[in-house]
């Protein structure tokens, strides 16, 4: 596919087309229907997606590591976007888990009627930055980065995949108040997994025991996300991403940026936040 085709423009925002298509986003926003019993995770791209897509069936499973060890992570929490949204989604039992990269803006409009639940989960956007340079090296289906100091630019100014990760924010934050949205960090999730849960199944309507909660943090560790085939990638053919040049699941850790960012663009980046972010009330990623 010439780079050209790989990215559609769909409201003003860049959608992988190997999985997207206009039907399929349209679909999303003016046809789906959401069911109360719904739980979506809603991410910016490389947030922790891959994460939340291990622990919340684990939290609904009590702790029954089957799911995620025997059906793909796309399958068990499908997006809702993609090609695919329509036929995994609009036949499943409730509760369905779904998971979507939309804006607050572009949710199904079935959506702001619904009891469904967000777990909105958010990291510091230059890790997403770095994560998101090594992804577009490895995956085929999206647009050579460039250099990194290109690539910089373009996620700065969104001309990235999935748009820009302050209009992302932007759009999501100030429905943080909400009974049904549970705003969690990548970084909460390192420092205090226990704390996360606790919350996870309290929002869910799922509490868990202190076994359980030490069962859940054991499988989703990173080491272990990244031996488990139903969440690794490993079965997307190698010209589709190439694990060999970076893995899909790479480090799990925060603040990598800090070996990749030189002072100048660190003081650049800082820069465009503190522009973008100006009144947002946003208490994370200032530095």
């Known amino acids: 596919m010439a780079e ?5 423009l769909h409201r003003g925002i860049l959608w992988p087309n190997l999985v997207h ?3 399929s986003l349209t679909f999303a926003r003016e046809e789906f229907q959401v069911r109360d019993q719904d739980v979506f995770i809603v991410t910016y791209p490389k947030s922790g997606t891959t994460w939340m897509q291990e622990i919340i069936p684990l939290v609904y499973s009590n702790g029954d590591p089957t799911p995620v060890q025997t059906i793909p992570n796309w399958q068990r929490v499908p997006w809702l976007e993609q090609k ?3 036929e995994l989604l609009e036949s499943r039992l409730s509760p369905r888990l779904i998971t979507t990269h939309l804006p607050y803006h572009m949710m199904p409009k079935s959506f702001s009627t619904s009891k469904a639940k967000i777990v909105y989960l958010t990291r510091n956007p230059k890790d997403a930055l770095v994560s ?4 577009h090296n490895m995956a085929s289906f999206l647009e050579n980065p460039g250099t990194f100091e290109e690539f ?6 969104g001309k990235v995949m999935f ?3 302050f209009d992302h924010i932007k759009s999501w934050w100030p429905q943080k108040d909400q009974v049904n949205l549970l705003f969690l960090t990548y970084e909460e999730m390192l ?11 309290e929002f869910l309507g799922k509490p868990l025991s202190e076994d359980v909660i030490r069962t859940i943090a054991n499988h989703s560790k990173f080491d272990n996300m990244k031996q488990n085939n139903m969440s690794n990638y490993s079965f997307v053919p190698e010209e589709l991403m190439d694990q060999k040049k970076s ?3 790479r480090k799990g850790i925060a603040g990598d940026w800090k070996s990749h960012l030189t002072a100048a663009q660190t003081e650049h980046f800082n820069s465009i936040y503190a522009q973008k972010m100006e009144g947002l009330n946003f208490p994370f990623y200032k530095d």
Do not use: T
């Open 4 to 8: 050209a085709e790989l990215n559609l």
């Open 21 to 23: 298509s206009q039907e």
């Open 84 to 86: 695919s949204g329509k």
């Open 132 to 135: 998101s340079f090594h992804y």
């Open 152 to 157: 910089i630019h373009k996620f700065l100014e």
């Open 163 to 165: 748009g820009s990760w």
């Open 191 to 201: 420092q205090d997994m226990h704390g996360v849960l606790v919350k996870l199944g």
């Open 247 to 249: 893995n899909f699941l």
